[in-house]
């Protein structure tokens, strides 16, 4: 029957159309409500435009709506790659609403930012829809370009809307090549759309991976229906694609593709099984019917209702299967668009009136059929026009642009002979001034060459001037030096002459303070036998130590001027220079004594302070001479007096 050989098709028609990207049904529609109440904004657009497509089998209008306002809020940000995605949404959107024209004006728009965007897989899902939207036109070698195009941009991606994308462009290629016949290139695509299914593990990925491997089996099965174990093949993924469908129901946003999946079973087995597999069609058909009441899938139901009528027309119950076809039309009867699905119903029930004997009906229903096929045909027509016209006008525009290309290109050649006509008058023009140029030039270099000969005479005067000047300024020089040498040598005589002088005056002054010792200890030696007799022993003692010290004093100086006698004369003023002449007599005197060895107690005892006051004094010391600390004092004199030595 007519009806049998288009229910296939059908399906696959539904399966194709009816696929989006991965996100849960209610589950996603709420996480991404609470993304766009707390989303940057310019996040928004996206979030925004993903509920859109989230919502659309729900609430198809509120959909267009959000994507409506997506784009609104693309257009201000000024991002390509968003406005890219969020045209494309709303193409989509209108698709499924019926808006051809208008879903092709947003997809094209949505290509052309996506040319500019670097956003990849933002871009990849505008090419992805123009390469969808060509597949549901029919043109799959449009609809390969756009595909291609969209896998090229995400050949590295590996995020999970990437692998998702990825998934959808494998659908649709084998999509294509079912269409085409081609089994095996089907299969190659069924198998990596399964494989990138798996890689990213979401539901609705697994869901479309299962049910595109399992129609690659069941086409090549079509081709050779010798083949049983391909049909169980395809049997064992589309169950497998259930089976998950019913664990993970809440988490599965396309809950329509579950439905199609559902009916192509229970239509394999309609098919290709004999009647005693009636209950395995029944179950399917139910589990298809009640998704697609809960989907608003009429086009499903109304199939649905078509193969039970035929189960019921195998068994010769014609009222039933009557009944089944009336059933579906009457869920078609709110839909636009399904012209085709009521030729087929109405067919079917012409087909069951006439197996019935009702030929009276049958010629209504079969009136009926002809009128909805009409319609179709129509509508086949008026697509074809409307594809001629935009094919006319695509090539009308074609051929403007090669015009306008070739015009472009004459005045181009023309603007290059301007440009060669010019370039010979300006060289030649360049020729003549150069060569005036180099005539000026040789004139100046000339006269420059006169005045640079003057000035060589002028200057070699001036040279042998200088020289002479030379030898004068040397001659003066050297009588200069030997003034210099005269008095360095005045100098040093009045130098020693004056050191002469002092050492005289010392020696005078060491002979004075000898003699005066002597006599004060004359003095005091008399001192000390008067008060042999004295009558107060306590006062004889007293004077006696008196006179004791002053002769140990007079003993100690005697030592000093000896051992200062020994210092080597430049050894003060090598301190005071080391000190900045910041050295008093004590400091030196404390120097001179370091110098003779003597420790702290000695020179404590002979200045008659504590060894207290002689260690700051030491301190100080090596303050002013500008010591470290680590620096030992005494080492340091002994190797200054070493050094003037």
């Not at 179950?283 to 009441?293: G, M």
Request: charged share 25%.
């Amino acid at each position: 029957m007519p009806y049998k050989k288009l229910l296939a098709a059908t399906i696959l028609f539904l399966l194709m159309c009816c696929t989006l990207p991965v996100v849960a049904q209610s589950l996603i529609i709420d996480s991404l409500q609470r993304v766009l109440r707390n989303a940057d904004p310019k996040m928004k657009p996206i979030a925004m435009a993903e509920l859109a497509r989230a919502g659309f089998e729900k609430n198809i209008d509120l959909s267009v709506k959000q994507a409506r306002q997506a784009i609104l809020l693309a257009k201000k940000m000024d991002d390509a790659g968003t406005n890219a995605f969020c045209y494309a949404a709303m193409g989509h959107l209108l698709m499924q609403k019926g808006q051809e024209k208008r879903a092709s004006a947003y997809i094209d728009s949505a290509v052309k930012f996506a040319t500019r965007s670097k956003n990849n897989p933002l871009a990849a899902y505008a090419w992805l829809r123009k390469g969808w939207l060509e597949f549901v036109r029919g043109d799959n070698d449009k609809a390969m370009i756009g595909l291609l195009k969209a896998e090229q941009l995400l050949e590295d991606q590996t995020d999970r809307r990437s692998l998702s994308y990825k998934v959808l462009i494998n659908h649709y290629i084998a999509g294509i090549y079912a269409y085409g016949n081609d089994t095996l290139k089907q299969h190659k695509y069924a198998v990596t759309c399964f494989n990138t299914a798996q890689r990213s593990g979401m539901p609705d990925d697994l869901q479309l991976g299962y049910m595109t491997i399992a129609h690659s089996y069941f086409s090549a099965f079509e081709r050779d229906t010798t083949r049983r174990n391909l049909l169980y093949t395809s049997l064992n993924y589309y169950r497998r694609a259930t089976n998950l469908y019913q664990q993970k129901r809440e988490k599965i946003l396309i809950q329509s593709s579950a439905s199609a999946i559902a009916l192509n079973i229970a239509n394999s087995y309609f098919k290709y099984f004999p009647l005693s597999y009636r209950d395995s069609t029944f179950k399917y058909v139910n589990i298809a019917l009640d998704i697609a009441r809960r989907t608003k899938s009429k086009e499903v139901i109304a199939n649905c209702y078509g193969i039970l009528s035929e189960y019921a027309l195998r068994e010769g119950n014609y009222k039933k299967a009557e009944q089944f076809l009336q059933t579906g039309i009457a869920e078609l009867a709110s839909l636009s668009g399904v012209d085709i699905t009521r030729s087929r119903l109405m067919l079917g029930l012409a087909n069951v009136a006439e197996k019935s004997g009702d030929i009276s009906k049958a010629l209504t229903y079969y009136k009926q059929y002809s009128a909805y096929y009409a319609k179709v045909f129509d509508a086949q027509k008026l697509a074809i026009t409307q594809q001629l016209e935009e094919e006319y006008q695509s090539t009308q525009k074609e051929n403007e642009i090669a015009r306008l290309r070739e015009r472009a290109e004459y005045n181009n050649r023309l603007n290059w002979l301007y440009v060669v006509i010019g370039s010979v008058g300006i060289i030649s023009l360049g020729l003549l001034l150069s060569s005036y140029h180099f005539r000026l030039k040789a004139s100046q270099k000339q006269k420059q060459l006169s005045e640079q000969e003057k000035e060589e005479a002028e200057l070699l005067a001036r040279l042998q001037q200088a020289e002479a000047q030379r030898l004068a300024l040397e001659k003066q020089e050297v009588e200069l030096q030997a003034n210099l040498r005269n008095e360095e040598s005045a100098k040093l005589q009045a130098q020693q002459e004056l050191l002469q002088d002092r050492t005289e005056w010392l020696e005078k002054e060491l002979l004075a303070g000898t003699l005066k010792i002597e006599e004060k200890n004359t003095i005091l030696e008399l001192l000390k036998e008067k008060t042999r007799v004295a009558d107060s022993p306590t006062m004889a003692r007293q004077i006696g130590r008196i006179i004791n010290q002053n002769l140990r004093m007079d003993k100690n100086l005697d030592e000093q001027q000896q051992a200062f006698s020994n210092i080597h004369p430049s050894f003060f003023s090598s301190l005071q220079e080391r000190a900045d002449n910041s050295l008093t007599r004590l400091d030196l005197k404390y120097c001179a004594y370091i110098l003779m060895r003597l420790d702290n107690k000695e020179v404590a005892s002979r200045l008659g302070v504590e060894p207290k006051s002689i260690r700051m004094a030491r301190y100080r010391l090596k303050q002013k001479l500008k010591l470290d600390k680590d620096v030992n004092l005494d080492h340091f004199i002994q190797s200054l007096e070493k050094a003037e030595q």
